[in-house]
């Protein structure tokens, strides 16, 4: 990384020294717990292109912060996400042979592409018959069922989270609306209806459960058991350990359909300014749904 350029370098090697220019650019502090981040000085509001705000936002998660990438889902540098930057800055700065780097990533990009499709390329895209079911499925007896489900109004920066607890009967052993002053990715909001439906379940001893959510890229990255470098990654990473302090519990996935009740709940959150909780009530939210809606 601290090699410099030279006037007779070759393309690829002007292209290197450009791009790790482009990667010093615009990181940016994923924040955890920001005890060391300079909250008028360092870069760490996902919002290009200065990453600065200028009031502080309390610290929600667990863990501690760490660099990212913005520009990736992931939170992590690729040739992808790189070319794409690079291809946006329409013009500034760079090699004098801007044209001949771009297609020179461009060329790289591709390639990747095609190895991808190639080793994907015999999976199948059917899905098992009982995922299509619309029904609720329930969870083995001495289990309990949590479905959660976050909804997002973005013109008021606020996120809904429903939750419902049901056990092995089918009976709605608790239920919650919980609203959120917040500007979250869809991906985030999601996890974060997923940890609160864990601390729900653990707060009231509603454990050992199976929560379902219908975000499965959100159940893979739980299931990997590695939290990303992205902002969901913090969530991910207290949802893990979350879980591993209540044994037997999982996280899976499911339809849309089977969330219907949870995703009512979050859009109910979305006009409520307190949380509301229900214990083994499933009408008197029922009811206070009807009203506003």
Avoid at 240 to 248: H, M, N, S
Wanted: net charge positive; proline share 4%.
């Amino acid at each position: 990384m601290m090699a410099g350029d030279s006037a007779r370098g070759l393309v690829v090697w002007k292209s290197l020294v450009w791009g790790r220019g482009l990667v010093e650019m615009d990181p940016r502090w994923r924040v955890g717990d920001g005890s060391t981040i300079e909250i008028y000085n360092d870069k760490w509001l996902p919002r290009p292109t200065s990453f600065k705000i200028v009031s502080p936002k309390k610290a929600t998660f667990r863990s501690p912060h760490t660099l990212c990438w913005h520009y990736a889902a992931d939170g992590i540098y690729s040739i992808n996400s790189g070319y794409r930057l690079a291809m946006s800055l329409d013009g500034e700065s760079g090699p004098s042979n801007l044209q001949a780097v771009a297609s020179w990533w461009k060329a790289i990009w591709c390639l990747c592409w095609k190895k991808f499709w190639a080793a994907n390329e015999k999976i199948s895209t059917g899905c098992p018959p009982s995922f299509r079911l619309d029904m609720w499925k329930a969870p083995c007896e001495g289990f309990l069922k949590i479905n959660t489900n976050a909804a997002i109004d973005r013109e008021r920066q606020v996120v809904g989270v429903g939750i419902i607890v049901q056990n092995h009967l089918g009976r709605v052993i608790a239920s919650s609306s919980q609203w959120i002053s917040a500007s979250y990715s869809p991906l985030t909001a999601e996890a974060v209806a997923v940890l609160r439906g864990i601390a729900l379940a653990v707060a009231t001893g509603l454990v050992p459960f199976v929560l379902e959510t219908d975000t499965l890229g959100l159940v893979n990255l739980v299931k990997a058991g590695m939290p990303n470098q992205a902002d969901v990654g913090l969530v991910i990473g207290d949802i893990i350990g979350r879980l591993r302090e209540v044994p037997a519990s999982v996280v899976g996935h499911v339809t849309r359909k089977r969330n219907v009740v949870s995703h009512t709940l979050a859009k109910l959150a979305l006009n409520i300014v307190e949380d509301l909780l229900w214990m083994e009530e499933f009408t008197e939210w029922r009811d206070a749904y009807r009203k506003i809606f």
